[in-house]
């Protein structure tokens, strides 16, 4: 191997990186707006349809995995159809908040984005692995997720701000490893999967977010 080839490969490396962020991103940003377009779409739907679409939802995301390794084009389409559906199966609570306080989605979304480009940027840029943090993460999302269903049924003091926060702590974990899977993964094919689980921690945030700042975490 020539002095050349090894100054070249760190280059390409870095080039691989940045159009995979690049695609990321840009697929992030569609995922986004089928969400937005299935949400409009479905909002005078009752919650019986929602339950269907968010049916849907998962079994595009389980298709994905698979079409990822076959086809992009097809793994481009799912990613897009679940954005929609998920929209969808989300309208009733983003027409209710929307019509409820407005400012409060956008304040949500201002920390949302400030969220997301934080963590990320430090997930991106941190040369310490974290994919040791993978499964606490998984199994701190797990836990959260039923202290959720409990919080549904029990009235606790405080609950519910102890569920947006723990949850923003998780959703912080998992942005940061997710965009450095983004920095070192360099494979162009994983894009439309990469795009689908950061849109899910945006989501997330989203949501947490929206529980604080409209009083719901009282």
């Given at each position: 191997m020539s002095a050349d080839t090894v100054a070249l490969a760190p280059t390409l490396d870095r080039d691989r990186t940045a159009t995979l962020l690049g695609r990321t991103m840009g697929l992030v940003g569609l995922t986004a707006a089928t969400f937005t377009l299935g949400a409009y779409l479905a909002r005078g739907l009752s919650a019986g349809w929602g339950w269907l679409f968010f049916g849907a939802t998962v079994a595009c995301l389980l298709a994905l995995?698979?079409?990822?390794?076959?086809?992009?084009p097809t793994a481009v389409g799912l990613l897009l159809v679940f954005g929609a559906s998920l929209g969808a199966a989300l309208a009733p609570t983003?027409?209710?908040?929307?019509?409820?306080?407005?400012?409060?989605?956008?304040l949500a979304a201002g920390a949302t984005a400030l969220f997301i480009t934080g963590f990320g940027?430090?997930?991106?840029?941190?040369r310490?692995?974290?994919?040791?943090?993978?499964?606490?993460?998984?199994?701190?999302?797990?836990?959260?997720?039923?202290f959720g269903v409990v919080l549904i049924f029990v009235e606790l003091p405080?609950?519910?701000?102890?569920?947006?926060?723990?949850?923003?702590?998780?959703?912080?974990?998992?942005?940061?490893?997710?965009?450095?899977r983004l920095r070192r993964s360099g494979d162009i094919?994983?894009?439309?999967?990469?795009?689908?689980?950061?849109?899910l921690d945006i989501l997330n945030v989203f949501e947490l977010f929206l529980s604080l700042f409209r009083g719901d975490a009282d």
């Open positions: 995995n698979t079409a990822v390794k076959r086809s992009e983003m027409a209710y908040y929307a019509g409820a306080d407005p400012l409060g989605l956008v940027a430090a997930g991106y840029a941190t310490r692995d974290l994919s040791g943090l993978e499964r606490t993460l998984f199994w701190a999302l797990v836990g959260l997720a039923i405080g609950g519910a701000l102890v569920y947006a926060v723990v949850g923003l702590v998780v959703f912080a974990g998992l942005t940061s490893l997710d965009f450095q094919k994983t894009a439309p999967l990469l795009a689908a689980s950061i849109f």
